[in-house]
């Protein structure tokens, strides 16, 4: 399974950005199919829990630090997930990373396996 997020970028504290994910050649119903995470990770700290999305887009589960600004979104037609981050903190910064979920925990990342190629996100103030 082969997973790419994208959408990265330079941005001024208070803009936004819209992270996609897409799942790619034999593996392109990898993501209609199932829950999908997203996580990020900072320079020298651990990967932690950003948002997750229900296979069917039933419910969408966030982080409090995140809660109000970023939006997790999918589109099982187009095999792909989308985290809308608005008013953007430098603490923000950090490489983001989608996943599928296995199974347990939403927020834990041992839930997750296949984890995608990241996008870096760099908020300046």
């Known amino acids: 399974v082969q997973l790419q997020a994208s959408g990265g970028g330079l941005v001024q504290a208070g803009g936004s950005l819209r992270l996609s994910c897409a799942a790619s050649g034999r593996s392109v119903r990898t993501i209609s199919n199932n829950d999908m995470g997203w996580f990020r990770q900072a320079p020298g700290k651990e990967r932690e829990f950003v948002a997750a999305?229900?296979?069917?887009?039933?419910?969408?589960y966030y982080a409090d630090s995140v809660k109000g600004r970023f939006t997790v979104s999918r589109d099982n037609a187009k095999n792909a997930v989308y985290l809308q981050m608005n008013s953007l903190t430098p603490e923000d910064t950090a490489v983001y990373y989608c996943a599928v979920r296995i199974q347990g925990e939403y927020i834990s990342a041992q839930s997750y396996r296949y984890w995608g190629q990241g996008t870096q996100v760099t908020v300046s103030s």
């Open positions: 999305i229900r296979w069917n887009g039933g419910s969408a």
